[in-house]
C-alpha cells in the first residue's frame, strides 16, 4: 500500500492518518478469534490492568500466534512507515491492548518515544506506531485520543508515572497538556479521537502526544499495535525485557496481501512459552549486553 503526495503531507501537519476499514471482516475475524487463548495465558507478557484480572496489555504476539505473527508482516501496515522513513524496519514493540468492556482504565496523556528514549535509548524519532482495531471504536469505549500537531514539539517534558496504572510510563502534566492543545485549536480540533468499524487502521508519529480515558462501556476496544522503527535507529539499551521492547534488529519481511486469508508459514519462536532471556534486563549499553550474550 503506497501513500500520496496529500497523505505525506497530511501525515507531516498532523501526526497521523486514519484509513477506516483498512481490513475486511474477514480478516479482522481471524486477529480477534485469537485473542482470548493469549490473554488466558499466565505469562509475563500479559499485563492486567491494576486489581483486575483483565489483560490491559499483551505483548509480542508475533512471536506467539500466527495470525498475528501474519499481521506483523502484512503489507498494508509495513510498507507505508517503510516509505515515509524511506529505510527498512524491524519490530520494536508489538501489542493486543485489550481496554476491556467496564475494566479498560486510562493511558495518561504520553509520547511513544519519550518512553523509547528513556528507556531504550532509542536514537532518533524514526519510529512510529500502526493501529488496527479489532472491535468497533466509537466515543465510549475509551478511543484513542490525538493532539494534532503535537509531534511537531518533539520529545517533550515528561515524569515516570510508576503508580497510576499497572503499566509505567513517561507522562506529560497537565498543564503543558493544555497549552498543546490550544495550539491545536481548542475547542475546535485540539483533540481527535479516530473512531470506526473493527479492521480501521491509525498510522501515527512516535512523538505525536495521545491518551485515551478508561472504557466504562459494554463494549470491549481491542487494538493491535506495531511499533516499526527504522534500522539504523534500533534501540541501545535493554533495560526493559525482550518481549516488551524487542532486540531483533533484522528487517521485517513483508507477506503478499492476503496473508491474513492464506497459511503462510511463520515462525512463532515462543508459541511454547518465552525463554529466560526475553525475561532478562540490564542497565548497560548495548555493546556490552551483546559480549554478555
Ligand atoms: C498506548 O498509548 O500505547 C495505548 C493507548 C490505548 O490503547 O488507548
Ligand atoms: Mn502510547
Not at 499466565?42 to 499483551?58: I, L, Q
Not at 526493559?240 to 507477506?255: G, N, V
Request: charged share 25%; hydrophobic share 40%; proline share 7%.
Amino acid at each position: 500500500m503506497h501513500l500520496t503526495k496529500e497523505q505525506r503531507e497530511q501525515f507531516d501537519r498532523e501526526g497521523y492518518l486514519f484509513f477506516p476499514g483498512q481490513f475486511t471482516p474477514e480478516e479482522t475475524r481471524t486477529l480477534t478469534a485469537a485473542v482470548p487463548a493469549l490473554y488466558a495465558r499466565r505469562e509475563a507478557f500479559n499485563v492486567r490492568e491494576k486489581g483486575s484480572d483483565a489483560v490491559r496489555t499483551n505483548f509480542a504476539a508475533h512471536m506467539v500466534s500466527e495470525p498475528f505473527a501474519r499481521l506483523a508482516r502484512h503489507p498494508r501496515m509495513v510498507q507505508p512507515v517503510m516509505e515515509l522513513f524511506d529505510e527498512e524496519v524491524y519490530m520494536h514493540q508489538f501489542k493486543i491492548n485489550g481496554k476491556m468492556a467496564f475494566e479498560g482504565d486510562v493511558w495518561q496523556w504520553h509520547q511513544d518515544y519519550g518512553t523509547w528514549l528513556n528507556d531504550d535509548q532509542m536514537p532518533t524519532e524514526r519510529a512510529m506506531n500502526v493501529a488496527i482495531f479489532l472491535d468497533d471504536v466509537n466515543e465510549y469505549n475509551g478511543p484513542l485520543m490525538f493532539i494534532p500537531g503535537s509531534h511537531k514539539k518533539g520529545v517533550v517534558d515528561a515524569k515516570h508515572d510508576l503508580t497510576t496504572t499497572s503499566y509505567p510510563l513517561w507522562t506529560v502534566d497537565n498543564a503543558l497538556i493544555a497549552q498543546l492543545v490550544e495550539r491545536a485549536g481548542g475547542k475546535n480540533g485540539g483533540i481527535v479521537s479516530p473512531k470506526g468499524p473493527a479492521g480501521s487502521m491509525i498510522l501515527f508519529h512516535s512523538c505525536l502526544v495521545h491518551a485515551s480515558t478508561s472504557n466504562l462501556s459494554p463494549w470491549n476496544r481491542v487494538s493491535v499495535y506495531l511499533s516499526l522503527c527504522a534500522i539504523s535507529n534500533h534501540i541501545r539499551r535493554f533495560k526493559r525485557p525482550e518481549y516488551i521492547a524487542h532486540r531483533d534488529f533484522a528487517p521485517i519481511e513483508m507477506l503478499p496481501d492476503d496473508c491474513l486469508l492464506k497459511d503462510y508459514p511463520v515462525d512463532l519462536p515462543w508459541k511454547t512459552g518465552m525463554p529466560a532471556s526475553a525475561l532478562a534486563t540490564s542497565s548497560e549499553p548495548f555493546a556490552d549486553m551483546k559480549r554478555a550474550a
